[in-house]
């Protein structure tokens, strides 16, 4: 059966994660790479000089190039019925969110996030050195020859997912269900939430962090993310709970008694007068990309 794959990667013109000025595509078949394509976009809103000294895309380049909603299509053909992987939440959500302020929608069969492709394929690696793109491509000798090129991190991207194929003996389609189980497949008992670092400088030092329903990552990383933004992980809704992070796709099918009984907690506690916020997935990646990446 033949295997196939997109690779997506965003660049956007600001803070604003629907801001996207540039998309990189890159196709793999059968282990090979077939097509690569860079988009420009015109996101039709101002551009942040940071952004700009980050992708060296300017206003000018794009001012004449068709904006989201109108490239959309030309996205969803490459895609196709393809795999879409990308390195990180950060495009997911940027593509989401640009989708949902266009009025428009992007049809995915599945969508695979490679940074957790990469924790299981080389754990001890991974854990000592992290993840990051351009550090990932550098030890595993992938070829990165424009680094924040969309199209240059969405080929080397994909030439790291072919290398952890390779390695592990996965296919594509299997990674779809190994990245939702532990790194090491022994490790069935879930970490305690005493054992997470809580970064004391973090952005949101003092809040008391609960995560329900099905994410797009393991509940280890979210809450090991989350503890990097000074967050302090709780394995249930208490008063000790200021915010819980419920799973998108929970929020858009769940409905009264369905709930999670973490979910309804939460709500009981709210109208009790409790300062407790309910934060959907994207709510929460926006937050650590705004802390960490553009």
Known sequence: MTERFVVIDVETA??????????????YEDRKQVEAHSLLVNPEMG?????????????????DKPN????????????????????????????????????CELTV???????????????????KDGVALAKTAKRLDVDLVNHHDAKADAIAAGEIFLKAIEVSGIGCHEWLSRVAKPVHLGDWNERHVSTYEVNPEGALLGEGIVFTGALCMTREQAREAAAQLGCTPLSGVSKKTTMLIVGDQDIRVLRGSDKSSKHRKAEELI????????????????????NDHV
């Open 14 to 27: 600001n803070p604003d994660m629907s801001s996207i000025c540039q998309v990189g595509l890159a196709v």
């Open 47 to 63: 551009f942040s000089e940071f952004n700009i000294t980050i992708h060296g895309i300017t206003p000018e380049q794009v001012k």
């Open 271 to 290: 109208k009790k007068g409790h300062p407790l916020r309910i934060l959907g997935e994207s709510d929460f990646m926006a937050m650590l990309e705004g």
């Open 68 to 103: 989201f909603k109108n490239v959309l299509p030309d996205i969803q053909r490459i895609i196709g019925n393809d795999i879409v992987a990308s390195y990180g939440h950060f495009d997911r959500t940027a593509m989401a969110q640009a989708c949902y302020w266009h009025n």
């Open 109 to 127: 069969s599945a969508w695979l996030n490679l940074h957790p492709v990469v924790r299981r394929a080389w754990p001890g690696e991974a854990a």
